[in-house]
């Protein structure tokens, strides 16, 4: 059954480091997420990607993140800067579909900053 | 502001035993209620998606229903399974906004044997 992949498991970092997170959607989803869950709390959303470009994005979504496709399969999240309340875990998800289609989401990665 | 509550916060059943968990939401307009499961440590796994005009729906032993006037959802688990225990998460996407999806904070299952 096709998934989607995300790396790294888990990740930790020293406060003001770079970032980046990376994920394999499923191969013919067009629409790509990334959301954020920080332990004890609800998942968040934080950004949608379609066409190569942000559709979306929430307030948490500053400009310390950023989003990209670099190569039509990877996706990827990048944190310039990390403070401590950016630990969390963060999911990418796909879908096939912008409408009512099940959004797929990968296993997440932990982030753990210092 | 939109929202999406869930009760009870947490709940221990015994295997074999039915339970049922509520979701209520002040998402308005809304395009779709999920629920999904989400193990610890682990990604969400979708269990049913119901649009606005669909009053339940079953996926197995999981079957959640939904009243978009009381905007009330509810997803009744029949003949539990110690595998079943989990965070169990309401999630509404607003109407028109793709994979803006706003999540709960989950009913935490407990099944014990």
């Known amino acids: 059954e096709p998934e989607v992949t995300q790396t790294p498991s888990h990740q930790v970092t020293q406060m003001g480091q770079e970032v980046i997170l990376r994920c394999v959607p499923i191969s013919n989803h067009l629409y790509f997420y990334w959301y954020r869950q920080i332990l004890g709390q609800k998942v968040e959303f934080l950004v949608s990607f379609y066409n190569n470009e942000i559709s979306e994005k929430s307030e948490i979504f500053d400009d310390q993140f950023s989003v990209e496709r670099p190569d039509g399969s990877n996706f990827t999240l990048k944190i310039r800067s990390t403070k401590l309340e950016d630990s969390a875990m963060y999911f990418c998800a796909s879908r096939q579909t912008r409408k009512a289609g099940e959004l797929f989401f990968g296993e997440g990665s932990r982030l753990t900053v210092l | 502001k939109n929202q999406v509550e869930q009760s009870p916060q947490s709940l221990i059943i015994l295997e074999g035993k039915n339970c049922t968990l509520q979701c209520n939401y002040t998402v308005s307009p809304f395009s779709n209620l999920r629920w999904y499961k989400q193990d610890t440590g682990r990604g969400p796994v979708s269990l049913t998606i119901?649009?606005?005009?669909?009053n339940t729906k079953s996926n197995g032993r999981y079957t959640a229903t939904l009243d978009a006037d009381t905007k009330q959802s509810s997803l009744h688990i029949t003949a539990s399974q110690l595998s079943d225990s989990a965070s169990y998460i309401c999630?509404?996407?607003?109407?028109?906004?793709?994979?803006?999806?706003?999540f709960g904070q989950g009913t935490e299952l407990s099944v014990k044997p």
């Open positions: 119901m649009t606005f005009s669909e």
């Open positions: 999630v509404v996407s607003p109407y028109n906004q793709g994979g803006k999806l706003i």
